[in-house]
């Protein structure tokens, strides 16, 4: 057998087999990585750019980041509320564009959008963002800066050691806030 | 009969040992009518997996919370023991922690609790062999919930998967929430403010949640009465849970 | 469910990309299952990630608990109790905990549904317009005194539309039933107070207060009428309201949870709890001097002692005991109430609380307040009064029948033939919303909501102090094509028009709701006041009910002790070696047996778990040469079960004891096919007050040499001590 | 200017191999310009050739305080990393670092001294070499380099004292 | 004849004697013997395959398979349970562990006290090491819940900052096993490279073998210096693997130990687990060399009664400190008298799997004390083989004691509750036949014996006469 495997190893062509069986792992893993750190497709292309441009507040749409664990997500009556007051489209001159027909389509149906979070950590890391904006944090320093993006994505990887980093530094003089930020269970339960 | 496999009881003082962790618990085996009220409401907050019929009986159930009673005497004079509800006592001085290879059972600093971090663990199983306890259950498996049942699982609470060891965590998640409400609020926590699932549920009150190191606690003061024992004193481990005994 | 494209699915897709990266990392696929439900118009005051507490009432046991239940986007997370409701403080029992498992159990009835015959479970899904053209058709075609309606035992909204709509088209009041209240013999209860003071109530025992209560047979800790209620009435009587430790003394053949936490367990001989009670009675009030009440005059203490098992220093300690208490209660229930003399047990265990002056005092008995809205004491319907009804349906003269919220088949004895009867009803339509025994005996099933998907309100018989009303709402939108009975009936009622649709001219359920509790808005003393019905609504909701802020209880009067109370000897029927001892399963309860975690919950005193049992006491297993998971046959004379046997070591060695709450023939996944229902073994006999006899019986046990291992939490060897090493 | 050939020659047993490099010596061969090749480990005393230097122990001690302290790094220096408070133990515990550090200075001393086998006797090494298979049936191999006009002379005397054959060593694949 | 001729006669039977006993004064050319090794690798009856088949089967379906269908499942499928946290999988580890003591021991120790028997059977002795402790591995990886995340378990830098825990008894037998196992792999290839060189030399160029040879010979040629260089590792070796031999034990041990259970927490079981592991590590290398005798061609040349004889009087002794340990153990926490241990040692003895307690010390300790002190039976191969086995199973059913059994008992009697064992035992047999599997994979390609030590030996013997009386006589080669 071992024979076998050898002299089939000899082959040229059983090593480019086992080249392209190597890289198909290799490549499955490296795609499945990446498909974790890519933004996924959205129901809607949301340019957050052109908001962010126009002056809107994080937390006007994400209103809770500053007071739970979620910063939650737009609801349609958000959008629409503003989008249908919108004159240049109210009265005809600009037809809806692609993207706000979408939005038009899901008020009109009245069903949820179900947007796909982006920012999102596993199931057994519970975040929370109120303590973090408290500490003065702006949305930012994770998210990146959402006037240069249109549909969001994530800027870094968000692991536990990216979190640490953070938690150390900012803990340096305070040793009960550090017991408190490296503490296991403040994240994990 | 077993009347000699009885567990012991040991008074304690538990301000004297001057070892108490943050959270404590006073469990008052007077009251406890057995209903089992704790085990689902720390089912049901906890996103606890039942197991089923031959699992169940065959020492795998996934209770973080147990009810014990043993027998004494002989028709007609028998007896029950007291009920005695058995969760993870968060001993300070865990023998669980120190076995895991992979600190996946750690102490927490800022809470002073034994902490599961799922996650992490591998599932030697260590720590539940070496829990004087007997606290601590295992996911044999991936344990079926059919849905829709999975809506109703507490997202504050991971839900674990098959291969790791879990127990009682003092609803930490409730604990976190009412932390994070007294502070977004600047204060402290009062007492009684917030409980954890199975005190909450406890028709008897016999369960009695809060900070241990405040000495004007409820639990405190249940606690430092002179009904008040630890289990398996004599190991060392410091629970933070004290029985008051019956009678 | 929704189908969102999550991170979770989009993960999934590069498979084996992913499945690589999960081993790497060691992360796992994201676990939370909690689908985001987001809003297409938010509630104002819901946040995305953030819980909202809706306050509902319990539907698990008509105790009428207040319920809180935590929500997160759109599901219902976790019940927690409420803390303003009279009867429960914040509290729930085990039952209670886990309705979320019926909530969303997976064998709900998702639509209405035609069954091509009776029996077959084969259903073909119908919609709502024709299912109400189905309702309607019974209601205008039938003759009316041929229609009745079957209902469940609460009294709740629903049954006061039912009686309201039975009213209107003529035919005759609904049936309220439940095996609990035969379990209980609420009748049996209620019967008694009305002959000894003169009054029909529900007696309302002041547990808290009391320093010594002796309980005859009542499973107050159990599911005995209320039993958050009695828990918390129990436990401030172990903290000593005012008078120290409280003692508790209970008279019952088998250790039951209740009797577990008595200080005094006494394994009586069953049917001679009124011979007890009377002697205890008498030798108390010995103890106390002055004349002999008229009551207990005739007790011969020494015959007493020989017939009852219980020696006559034992009743000399204990009346004695009685007698010298500050404030001792005596509490009949349960099986002891459930012979041929219960009703007179129950007279003579309530004339002990008149003797020592337990009547209106703290820590004594009291009537129960009406419920607000309710002007007269009504009971579910007893053995008596069914078994009637089930001749009714044999003659014919049923022609169709609506069911709620009961499961006759499952619950009524065997013997009864409710199942056959059945066949003699022209159309049965349920409304069950899980598929149980009576609903696979139905023509149509119309699913309700889930409890914590309705509308209501439901009045509280027992447990509060307060004349308490408690209030529902859906704490969730409803997750199947389910709808709400009443809004089923209003819409068929308005389908049929002329009187039945002006006696009933609401739109849906929650206005004839608000009809009714429209009468409450003037009320000055309760929870709370509104000026108006909307706010009155909102407040409702909000609070979970309304109740009187102050006690209104009833103080018994009449004459009790002047008549003698004669007690005759139970009447057992069969020829068995052993009593029967059915009891309703602490966990389980009569319809819990289909939510996982209720099966999974260990049993209190046996710590079984997903199945029945039989308890044998271990000496008699061992004349009978069985051991543990032995089956035995167990005989009576109306039927035969199988169980699996327990050795229970307290437990009469004459007495065999079983769990009711097990042995579904149908009810979905979890409760089917598990256990045996010990309700086949039921007879007919009733007592005096037209409840069932139960507890009359004797029953044979066979060995059958079939093997059932009990799935027990327990270790029997560290329990039992079997098959460890001999003591050296 | 001479040019040296390389020669092995192969001899039955002990004995005439132990002759033949006196004789060797003899001849105006030095010691560094022989060496034996054995299929069993004949030692140089046997042979009477001076002692073999080997770095073997130098480097397992090199190894041996290497995994010292590596075990250092992993008995106190990982816990300092990330503090975790078990069982009310102390951050970095006594004995278990015991532990530790015997075990990793363990493998240090083993797998250096593993590797410095192959570092002195170059291995691997599959160049080809000079060598005759029969080493291995327990022939003894002398290999020497002599000048060429020597060869002559030098193989008639290997013949005498018994060799088998003296040939010209060349490198084959082994 | 005249007596002169008698006595003559006799001295020389009696030299006769002393050959056929003694592999080393009986010495053959060694190109012979590299001939006999050769062709006992070489010569391969239909039988083999059939067996190296069944076992291949086994291993796929009851190893591989049974482990996969483990893992996709969960360890549900296994018996393990509360409070039964380990099972079978850990009686297997610290079995496999302790049959790789045996290897080492023989080969280390005796190399240190230059005990000559030795030389033949180092080898075989040695890849028992190597592969119990592959055994061992896959037993304890079996056993983990998660066993895809098992490299959290190594000290392997990452983000995360955070490192495997030291404090826990499970560290420090990761780190010890691994370097045993490194070590003693390290150990069986440095002797083995020069009968490697010798295979590369005998076989024919243009085969899959002679590559296989030519690479892992690395080279090596016997130069003085290389040889100096094996010699002085060797050297090395022997000397530092037996500290590492006896500390892996012990830490497995002290995976107990160190738990505060009752009947585990035992000073004594470092000592006791050492010794236990020898005593199951002889027994098993006299079963390998009874059937490397009997079944390989040529092997009754190399392995002799000597050798059985010599074993012999090793498991005897062995078994004499086993039954000193065991008893010191039981004495002491029988004297204790806490309840707990008390219950517990009930248990072991009264409880449903009480026979086992007894079998243990019938296998460990009556049986070897009762066959092995006569010279002559414990030099029969098959009587070794016998004892050996018996010596295995009640070793085996003493892990079960202390693991599964002991477990049952604890200080919460709530919990108590036996122990089935599941899919476990497949995995168990898929071990065994993992372990004989590698072994005949092995004897076909290593030469079994290390030729050039036993030539070294043969040179270094030689029968001298002092008197009337001829001896023995081992000089010191190096």
């Given at each position: 057998m071992v024979k076998r495997f050898m002299s089939w190893l000899s082959d040229p062509l059983g090593r480019i087999g086992l080249l392209i069986a190597f890289l198909a792992v290799f490549s499955g893993a490296a795609f499945g990585l990446y498909t974790t750190q890519t933004a996924p497709p959205q129901p809607i292309q949301f340019p957050h750019n052109l908001h962010v441009g126009l002056g809107v507040q994080c937390l006007y749409c994400h209103p809770g980041a500053y007071r739970q664990a979620s910063a939650g997500l737009p609801t349609e009556t958000k959008c629409w509320g503003c989008h249908q007051q919108l004159s240049k489209y109210a009265d005809g001159t600009v037809a809806l564009p692609a993207e706000l027909q979408k939005l038009k389509a899901y008020v009109d149906a009245n069903k949820p959008i179900q947007w796909v979070p982006v920012a999102q950590v596993p199931d057994f890391v519970h975040f929370n963002h109120r303590p973090h904006i408290a500490a003065g944090l702006n949305c930012e320093n994770c998210h990146g800066d959402m006037s240069k993006v249109t549909v969001a994505e994530n800027p870094q990887v968000m692991n536990m050691g990216w979190c640490l980093e953070c938690h150390r530094a900012r803990t340096v003089d305070n040793p009960e806030k550090r017991n408190k930020l490296l503490d296991c269970g403040t994240c994990h339960y | 009969m077993t009347t000699e496999l009885k567990i012991p009881e040991f008074s304690a003082n538990f301000a004297e040992s001057g070892q108490q962790g943050k959270w404590g618990m006073a469990i008052d085996m007077d009251i406890c009518t057995g209903c089992q009220a704790c085990v689902a409401a720390c089912a049901m907050e906890n996103n606890v997996p039942f197991v089923g019929e031959a699992d169940s009986g065959y020492g795998r159930s996934m209770h973080w919370i147990r009810t014990e009673r043993f027998w004494e005497g002989e028709f007609p004079e028998i007896k029950m023991t007291p009920y005695q509800p058995m969760l993870c006592q968060q001993c300070g001085h865990a023998p669980c922690e120190p076995v895991c290879p992979a600190f996946a059972t750690v102490h927490s600093q800022s809470e002073a609790l034994n902490l599961q971090v799922y996650n992490r663990c591998v599932g030697t199983r260590y720590c539940a062999n070496n829990c004087p306890y007997q606290v601590r259950s295992f996911n044999w498996r991936d344990f079926e919930r059919p849905e829709p049942l999975p809506n109703q699982l507490n997202p504050d609470v991971t839900v674990r998967r098959r291969g790791v060891m879990e127990k009682c965590t003092f609803c930490i998640q409730r604990i976190h929430r009412a932390e994070d409400q007294a502070k977004s609020e600047g204060r402290e926590i009062a007492d009684g403010e917030f409980t954890t699932a199975c005190a909450q549920a406890c028709p008897a009150d016999a369960i009695v949640f809060g900070r241990i190191d405040d000495p004007e606690s409820a639990v405190s003061k249940l606690a430092r009465g002179s009904r008040g024992f630890h289990m398996l004193e004599e190991l060392g481990t410091l629970p933070s849970v004290t029985y008051l005994k019956a009678g | 469910m929704t189908d969102n494209f999550s991170r979770r699915d989009f993960l999934k897709l590069a498979s084996v990309g992913a499945a690589t990266t999960a081993i790497l990392t060691g992360c796992g696929p994201a676990s939370r299952y909690v689908t985001r439900e987001p809003y297409t118009k938010m509630p104002e005051y819901t946040y995305n990630g953030q819980s909202t507490y809706y306050a509902t009432t319990c539907r698990e046991c008509a105790a009428g608990c207040g319920l809180v239940v935590r929500t997160m986007q759109g599901r219902a997370i976790k019940v927690e109790g409420n803390k303003n409701h009279p009867v429960n403080l914040g509290k729930t029992c085990v039952r209670g905990q886990a309705t979320l498992h019926g909530l969303y159990n997976p064998d709900r009835v998702q639509d209405p549904a035609k069954q091509s015959k009776r029996g077959s479970r084969d259903f073909s899904n119908m919609d709502w317009d024709a299912a109400i053209a189905v309702v309607a058709d019974a209601l205008k075609n039938t003759d009316p005194t041929g229609v009745t309606f079957l209902m469940g035992m609460a009294p709740d909204h629903l049954f006061d539309l039912v009686s309201d709509l039975a009213k209107a088209i003529g035919a005759p009041a609904p049936i309220r039933f439940g095996a609990l209240g035969m379990f209980e013999a609420r009748a049996t209860l209620g019967k008694a107070v009305e002959s000894l003071f003169g009054q029909a109530a529900m007696p309302f025992f002041d547990m808290g207060k009391s320093d010594l209560v002796f309980s005859f047979g009542a499973n107050f800790l159990e599911t005995w009428l209320s039993p958050v209620a009695f828990t918390r009435g129990f436990a401030n009587m172990r903290r000593g309201g005012g008078h120290g430790r409280g003692t508790l003394v209970h008279f019952e053949p088998r250790m039951s949870q209740t009797a577990s936490k008595a200080d005094m367990w006494i394994p009586i001989t069953p049917g001679t709890e009124g011979l007890v009670a009377l002697a205890i009675g008498r030798i108390a009030a010995e103890a106390r001097g002055g004349s002999l009440p008229a009551a207990f005059a005739d007790v011969d203490v020494e015959a007493i002692a020989k017939s009852s098992g219980v020696s006559a220093e034992k009743l000399d300690e204990l009346g004695k005991l009685f007698a010298s208490a500050d404030a001792a209660l005596a509490i009949p229930g349960g099986a002891a109430l459930a012979h041929s003399n219960g009703l007179e047990t129950a007279e003579a265990v309530l004339a002990l609380n008149a003797l020592v002056g337990g009547l209106g005092r703290a820590g004594g008995v009291f009537l129960a307040p009406l419920a607000p809205m309710q002007t007269e004491f009504s009971r579910p319907a007893n053995m008596a009064e069914m078994a009637d009804f089930v001749e009714k349906m044999k003659s014919g003269e049923i022609k169709t029948l609506f069911i709620h919220g009961v499961n006759p088949v499952f619950e009524l004895p065997k013997s009864l033939g409710f199942e056959d009867a059945?066949?003699?009803?022209q159309t049965v339509i349920s409304f069950a919303t899980f598929p149980d025994e009576t609903a696979m005996q139905a023509d149509y099933v119309f699913p309700d909501h889930h409890g914590l998907e309705s509308w209501g309100y439901q009045r509280v018989a027992a447990g509060s102090s307060q004349s308490a009303l408690s209030g529902a709402q859906p704490v969730v939108s409803p997750y199947y094509n389910t709808r709400a009975t009443a809004d089923v009936f209003l819409a068929a009622a308005a389908s049929v028009g002329g009187a039945t649709a002006q006696a009933l001219p609401f739109k849906d359920e929650v206005e004839f709701i608000q009809s009714k509790i429209v009468a409450l808005v003037s009320e000055s003393d309760g929870y709370f006041g509104a000026p108006e019905i909307n706010t009155f609504t909102a407040y409702f909701q909000q609070y979970g009910g309304w109740w009187k802020t102050v006690d209104e209880l009833a103080t018994p009067g009449g004459d009790v002790l002047g008549k003698a109370i004669q007690v005759g000897e139970a009447r057992f029927a069969g020829e068995g070696e052993f009593y029967f001892h059915p009891f309703v399963s602490p966990v389980l309860g009569e319809a819990g047996a289909n939510k996982p975690w209720l099966q999974e919950?260990?049993?209190?005193?046996?710590?079984?778990?997903?199945s029945s049992w039989v308890e044998i006491h271990p000496e008699t297993a061992h004349e009978l040469g069985v051991d543990n998971d032995d089956v035995v046959l167990i005989t009576s004379e109306a039927g035969a079960v199988e169980a699996v046997v327990y050795k229970y070591p307290a437990i009469r060695p004459d007495t065999i004891a079983m769990p009711f709450g097990q042995g579904h023939t149908a009810y979905g996944r979890y409760a089917e096919g598990r256990g045996s229902n010990p309700?086949?073994?039921?007879?007919e006999q009733v007592n005096g007050a037209g409840d069932l006899a139960f507890a009359d019986m004797r029953v044979k046990v066979e060995k059958t040499g079939k093997k059932y291992p009990l799935s027990r939490l327990e270790s029997r060897m560290g329990v039992y001590g079997e098959a460890l090493g001999e003591e050296h | 200017m001479t040019t040296n050939v390389s020669l092995m020659a192969i001899f039955p047993d002990l004995e005439p191999a132990a002759d033949a490099i006196e004789q060797l010596r003899g001849l105006g061969v030095a010691d560094d310009q022989m060496n034996v090749i054995s299929g069993v480990p004949v030692t140089e005393a046997m042979l009477g050739r001076p002692r073999q230097w080997t770095n073997v122990p130098r480097l397992a001690l090199g190894g041996a305080i290497a995994g010292f302290f590596v075990g250092a790094f992993l008995a106190f220096g990982t816990p300092s990393a990330y503090p975790i408070q078990v069982?009310?133990?102390?951050?970095?515990?006594g004995p278990p670092s015991v532990v530790i550090l015997f075990e990793m200075t363990m493998l240090g001393l083993l797998l250096s001294t593993f590797l410095g086998v192959f570092l002195d006797s170059y291995f691997p090494s599959y160049r080809p070499m000079h060598y005759v298979p029969e080493i291995s049936d327990g022939k003894i191999g002398v290999f020497f380099s002599c000048p060429q006009e020597d060869s002559e002379k030098i193989t008639k005397a290997m013949t005498a004292l018994g060799a088998e054959k003296v040939e010209a060593a060349e490198a084959q694949p082994l | 004849m005249t007596s002169t001729e008698k006595h003559h006669d006799h001295a020389h039977d009696h030299v006769a004697h002393l050959r056929e006993q003694h592999l080393m004064l009986d010495p053959l050319p060694r190109g012979q013997m590299n001939d006999m090794v050769m062709e006992s690798m070489h010569t391969t009856s239909w039988k083999f395959w059939v067996v190296f088949g069944i076992l291949s089967v086994i291993v796929a379906v009851f190893l591989f398979g049974a482990w996969g269908y483990m893992i996709a499942n969960?360890?549900?499928?296994?018996?393990?349970?509360?409070?039964?946290?380990?099972g079978i999988f850990l009686v297997n580890t610290v079995f496999w562990i302790g049959i790789s003591h045996a290897g080492t021991f023989i080969s280390a120790i005796l190399r240190v006290f230059k005990a000559e028997f030795r030389r033949p059977f180092t080898r075989a002795a040695e890849l028992m090491t190597t592969f119990g402790l592959v055994q061992a591995g896959f037993s304890i990886f079996m056993h983990m819940g998660r066993v895809w995340l098992s490299y959290w378990l190594m000290p392997i830098p990452n983000q995360r900052g955070l490192w495997p825990n030291f404090h826990s008894p499970l560290s420090w037998d990761l780190l010890a096993i691994t370097t045993y196992l490194l070590s003693s792999t390290m150990y069986l290839f440095l002797p083995l490279i020069p009968d490697l060189a010798m295979a590369r030399d005998r076989t024919p160029d243009g085969t899959w073998q002679k590559t296989f040879y030519r690479v892992l010979a690395l080279g090596f040629r016997g130069t003085e210096g290389e040889w100096a260089h094996l010699r002085n590792a060797m050297n090395i070796f022997a000397f530092a693997i037996i500290p590492v031999m006896f500390s892996v034990h012990t830490i497995v041990s002290w995976d107990f130990a160190a738990a505060t259970r009752p009947g585990w927490n035992s000073t004594i079981f470092g000592p006791y687990f050492v010794v236990g592991a020898l005593h199951s590590g002889m027994g098993a290398v006299a079963m390998v060399l009874a059937v490397v005798q009997s079944r390989m061609k040529h092997m009754k040349y190399f392995i002799r009664g000597e050798h059985f004889e010599a074993l012999g009087m090793l498991m005897l002794l062995v078994s004499m400190a086993w039954a000193y340990f065991f008893f010191n153990d039981y004495m002491v926490q029988w004297y204790g008298g806490d309840k707990w241990t008390q219950q517990l040692l009930h248990f072991h003895e009264g409880g449903p799997l009480g026979w086992m307690w007894f079998a243990m010390l019938v296998f460990n300790v009556v049986i070897p004390w009762a066959t092995l002190w006569n010279k002559k039976w414990r030099s029969n191969p098959w009587l070794l083989f016998g004892v050996g086995l018996l010596i295995n199973i009640g070793m085996w059913f003493e892990r079960y004691i202390i693991i599964p059994i002991s477990l049952t008992i604890n200080r919460m009697p709530f919990t108590w509750r036996m122990y089935t064992p599941g899919v476990e035992v497949y995995l168990g047999i898929g071990t065994v036949a993992f372990f004989i599997l590698l072994y005949m994979g092995a004897s076909r390609l290593i030469p079994l014996i290390p030729v050039w030590e036993v030539q070294e030996g043969q040179m270094a013997h030689s029968l001298k006469t002092y008197g009337r009386e001829t001896v023995v006589t081992v000089s010191e080669l190096e």
């Amino acid at each position: 057998m071992v024979k076998r495997f050898m002299s089939w190893l000899s082959d040229p062509l059983g090593r480019i087999g086992l080249l392209i069986a190597f890289l198909a792992v290799f490549s499955g893993a490296a795609f499945g990585l990446y498909t974790t750190q890519t933004a996924p497709p959205q129901p809607i292309q949301f340019p957050h750019n052109l908001h962010v441009g126009l002056g809107v507040q994080c937390l006007y749409c994400h209103p809770g980041a500053y007071r739970q664990a979620s910063a939650g997500l737009p609801t349609e009556t958000k959008c629409w509320g503003c989008h249908q007051q919108l004159s240049k489209y109210a009265d005809g001159t600009v037809a809806l564009p692609a993207e706000l027909q979408k939005l038009k389509a899901y008020v009109d149906a009245n069903k949820p959008i179900q947007w796909v979070p982006v920012a999102q950590v596993p199931d057994f890391v519970h975040f929370n963002h109120r303590p973090h904006i408290a500490a003065g944090l702006n949305c930012e320093n994770c998210h990146g800066d959402m006037s240069k993006v249109t549909v969001a994505e994530n800027p870094q990887v968000m692991n536990m050691g990216w979190c640490l980093e953070c938690h150390r530094a900012r803990t340096v003089d305070n040793p009960e806030k550090r017991n408190k930020l490296l503490d296991c269970g403040t994240c994990h339960y | 009969m077993t009347t000699e496999l009885k567990i012991p009881e040991f008074s304690a003082n538990f301000a004297e040992s001057g070892q108490q962790g943050k959270w404590g618990m006073a469990i008052d085996m007077d009251i406890c009518t057995g209903c089992q009220a704790c085990v689902a409401a720390c089912a049901m907050e906890n996103n606890v997996p039942f197991v089923g019929e031959a699992d169940s009986g065959y020492g795998r159930s996934m209770h973080w919370i147990r009810t014990e009673r043993f027998w004494e005497g002989e028709f007609p004079e028998i007896k029950m023991t007291p009920y005695q509800p058995m969760l993870c006592q968060q001993c300070g001085h865990a023998p669980c922690e120190p076995v895991c290879p992979a600190f996946a059972t750690v102490h927490s600093q800022s809470e002073a609790l034994n902490l599961q971090v799922y996650n992490r663990c591998v599932g030697t199983r260590y720590c539940a062999n070496n829990c004087p306890y007997q606290v601590r259950s295992f996911n044999w498996r991936d344990f079926e919930r059919p849905e829709p049942l999975p809506n109703q699982l507490n997202p504050d609470v991971t839900v674990r998967r098959r291969g790791v060891m879990e127990k009682c965590t003092f609803c930490i998640q409730r604990i976190h929430r009412a932390e994070d409400q007294a502070k977004s609020e600047g204060r402290e926590i009062a007492d009684g403010e917030f409980t954890t699932a199975c005190a909450q549920a406890c028709p008897a009150d016999a369960i009695v949640f809060g900070r241990i190191d405040d000495p004007e606690s409820a639990v405190s003061k249940l606690a430092r009465g002179s009904r008040g024992f630890h289990m398996l004193e004599e190991l060392g481990t410091l629970p933070s849970v004290t029985y008051l005994k019956a009678g | 469910m929704t189908d969102n494209f999550s991170r979770r699915d989009f993960l999934k897709l590069a498979s084996v990309g992913a499945a690589t990266t999960a081993i790497l990392t060691g992360c796992g696929p994201a676990s939370r299952y909690v689908t985001r439900e987001p809003y297409t118009k938010m509630p104002e005051y819901t946040y995305n990630g953030q819980s909202t507490y809706y306050a509902t009432t319990c539907r698990e046991c008509a105790a009428g608990c207040g319920l809180v239940v935590r929500t997160m986007q759109g599901r219902a997370i976790k019940v927690e109790g409420n803390k303003n409701h009279p009867v429960n403080l914040g509290k729930t029992c085990v039952r209670g905990q886990a309705t979320l498992h019926g909530l969303y159990n997976p064998d709900r009835v998702q639509d209405p549904a035609k069954q091509s015959k009776r029996g077959s479970r084969d259903f073909s899904n119908m919609d709502w317009d024709a299912a109400i053209a189905v309702v309607a058709d019974a209601l205008k075609n039938t003759d009316p005194t041929g229609v009745t309606f079957l209902m469940g035992m609460a009294p709740d909204h629903l049954f006061d539309l039912v009686s309201d709509l039975a009213k209107a088209i003529g035919a005759p009041a609904p049936i309220r039933f439940g095996a609990l209240g035969m379990f209980e013999a609420r009748a049996t209860l209620g019967k008694a107070v009305e002959s000894l003071f003169g009054q029909a109530a529900m007696p309302f025992f002041d547990m808290g207060k009391s320093d010594l209560v002796f309980s005859f047979g009542a499973n107050f800790l159990e599911t005995w009428l209320s039993p958050v209620a009695f828990t918390r009435g129990f436990a401030n009587m172990r903290r000593g309201g005012g008078h120290g430790r409280g003692t508790l003394v209970h008279f019952e053949p088998r250790m039951s949870q209740t009797a577990s936490k008595a200080d005094m367990w006494i394994p009586i001989t069953p049917g001679t709890e009124g011979l007890v009670a009377l002697a205890i009675g008498r030798i108390a009030a010995e103890a106390r001097g002055g004349s002999l009440p008229a009551a207990f005059a005739d007790v011969d203490v020494e015959a007493i002692a020989k017939s009852s098992g219980v020696s006559a220093e034992k009743l000399d300690e204990l009346g004695k005991l009685f007698a010298s208490a500050d404030a001792a209660l005596a509490i009949p229930g349960g099986a002891a109430l459930a012979h041929s003399n219960g009703l007179e047990t129950a007279e003579a265990v309530l004339a002990l609380n008149a003797l020592v002056g337990g009547l209106g005092r703290a820590g004594g008995v009291f009537l129960a307040p009406l419920a607000p809205m309710q002007t007269e004491f009504s009971r579910p319907a007893n053995m008596a009064e069914m078994a009637d009804f089930v001749e009714k349906m044999k003659s014919g003269e049923i022609k169709t029948l609506f069911i709620h919220g009961v499961n006759p088949v499952f619950e009524l004895p065997k013997s009864l033939g409710f199942e056959d009867a059945l066949k003699s009803v022209q159309t049965v339509i349920s409304f069950a919303t899980f598929p149980d025994e009576t609903a696979m005996q139905a023509d149509y099933v119309f699913p309700d909501h889930h409890g914590l998907e309705s509308w209501g309100y439901q009045r509280v018989a027992a447990g509060s102090s307060q004349s308490a009303l408690s209030g529902a709402q859906p704490v969730v939108s409803p997750y199947y094509n389910t709808r709400a009975t009443a809004d089923v009936f209003l819409a068929a009622a308005a389908s049929v028009g002329g009187a039945t649709a002006q006696a009933l001219p609401f739109k849906d359920e929650v206005e004839f709701i608000q009809s009714k509790i429209v009468a409450l808005v003037s009320e000055s003393d309760g929870y709370f006041g509104a000026p108006e019905i909307n706010t009155f609504t909102a407040y409702f909701q909000q609070y979970g009910g309304w109740w009187k802020t102050v006690d209104e209880l009833a103080t018994p009067g009449g004459d009790v002790l002047g008549k003698a109370i004669q007690v005759g000897e139970a009447r057992f029927a069969g020829e068995g070696e052993f009593y029967f001892h059915p009891f309703v399963s602490p966990v389980l309860g009569e319809a819990g047996a289909n939510k996982p975690w209720l099966q999974e919950i260990p049993d209190p005193t046996t710590t079984a778990m997903w199945s029945s049992w039989v308890e044998i006491h271990p000496e008699t297993a061992h004349e009978l040469g069985v051991d543990n998971d032995d089956v035995v046959l167990i005989t009576s004379e109306a039927g035969a079960v199988e169980a699996v046997v327990y050795k229970y070591p307290a437990i009469r060695p004459d007495t065999i004891a079983m769990p009711f709450g097990q042995g579904h023939t149908a009810y979905g996944r979890y409760a089917e096919g598990r256990g045996s229902n010990p309700a086949d073994l039921f007879g007919e006999q009733v007592n005096g007050a037209g409840d069932l006899a139960f507890a009359d019986m004797r029953v044979k046990v066979e060995k059958t040499g079939k093997k059932y291992p009990l799935s027990r939490l327990e270790s029997r060897m560290g329990v039992y001590g079997e098959a460890l090493g001999e003591e050296h | 200017m001479t040019t040296n050939v390389s020669l092995m020659a192969i001899f039955p047993d002990l004995e005439p191999a132990a002759d033949a490099i006196e004789q060797l010596r003899g001849l105006g061969v030095a010691d560094d310009q022989m060496n034996v090749i054995s299929g069993v480990p004949v030692t140089e005393a046997m042979l009477g050739r001076p002692r073999q230097w080997t770095n073997v122990p130098r480097l397992a001690l090199g190894g041996a305080i290497a995994g010292f302290f590596v075990g250092a790094f992993l008995a106190f220096g990982t816990p300092s990393a990330y503090p975790i408070q078990v069982g009310r133990q102390a951050f970095i515990p006594g004995p278990p670092s015991v532990v530790i550090l015997f075990e990793m200075t363990m493998l240090g001393l083993l797998l250096s001294t593993f590797l410095g086998v192959f570092l002195d006797s170059y291995f691997p090494s599959y160049r080809p070499m000079h060598y005759v298979p029969e080493i291995s049936d327990g022939k003894i191999g002398v290999f020497f380099s002599c000048p060429q006009e020597d060869s002559e002379k030098i193989t008639k005397a290997m013949t005498a004292l018994g060799a088998e054959k003296v040939e010209a060593a060349e490198a084959q694949p082994l | 004849m005249t007596s002169t001729e008698k006595h003559h006669d006799h001295a020389h039977d009696h030299v006769a004697h002393l050959r056929e006993q003694h592999l080393m004064l009986d010495p053959l050319p060694r190109g012979q013997m590299n001939d006999m090794v050769m062709e006992s690798m070489h010569t391969t009856s239909w039988k083999f395959w059939v067996v190296f088949g069944i076992l291949s089967v086994i291993v796929a379906v009851f190893l591989f398979g049974a482990w996969g269908y483990m893992i996709a499942n969960g360890l549900g499928v296994a018996g393990v349970n509360r409070p039964s946290y380990w099972g079978i999988f850990l009686v297997n580890t610290v079995f496999w562990i302790g049959i790789s003591h045996a290897g080492t021991f023989i080969s280390a120790i005796l190399r240190v006290f230059k005990a000559e028997f030795r030389r033949p059977f180092t080898r075989a002795a040695e890849l028992m090491t190597t592969f119990g402790l592959v055994q061992a591995g896959f037993s304890i990886f079996m056993h983990m819940g998660r066993v895809w995340l098992s490299y959290w378990l190594m000290p392997i830098p990452n983000q995360r900052g955070l490192w495997p825990n030291f404090h826990s008894p499970l560290s420090w037998d990761l780190l010890a096993i691994t370097t045993y196992l490194l070590s003693s792999t390290m150990y069986l290839f440095l002797p083995l490279i020069p009968d490697l060189a010798m295979a590369r030399d005998r076989t024919p160029d243009g085969t899959w073998q002679k590559t296989f040879y030519r690479v892992l010979a690395l080279g090596f040629r016997g130069t003085e210096g290389e040889w100096a260089h094996l010699r002085n590792a060797m050297n090395i070796f022997a000397f530092a693997i037996i500290p590492v031999m006896f500390s892996v034990h012990t830490i497995v041990s002290w995976d107990f130990a160190a738990a505060t259970r009752p009947g585990w927490n035992s000073t004594i079981f470092g000592p006791y687990f050492v010794v236990g592991a020898l005593h199951s590590g002889m027994g098993a290398v006299a079963m390998v060399l009874a059937v490397v005798q009997s079944r390989m061609k040529h092997m009754k040349y190399f392995i002799r009664g000597e050798h059985f004889e010599a074993l012999g009087m090793l498991m005897l002794l062995v078994s004499m400190a086993w039954a000193y340990f065991f008893f010191n153990d039981y004495m002491v926490q029988w004297y204790g008298g806490d309840k707990w241990t008390q219950q517990l040692l009930h248990f072991h003895e009264g409880g449903p799997l009480g026979w086992m307690w007894f079998a243990m010390l019938v296998f460990n300790v009556v049986i070897p004390w009762a066959t092995l002190w006569n010279k002559k039976w414990r030099s029969n191969p098959w009587l070794l083989f016998g004892v050996g086995l018996l010596i295995n199973i009640g070793m085996w059913f003493e892990r079960y004691i202390i693991i599964p059994i002991s477990l049952t008992i604890n200080r919460m009697p709530f919990t108590w509750r036996m122990y089935t064992p599941g899919v476990e035992v497949y995995l168990g047999i898929g071990t065994v036949a993992f372990f004989i599997l590698l072994y005949m994979g092995a004897s076909r390609l290593i030469p079994l014996i290390p030729v050039w030590e036993v030539q070294e030996g043969q040179m270094a013997h030689s029968l001298k006469t002092y008197g009337r009386e001829t001896v023995v006589t081992v000089s010191e080669l190096e």
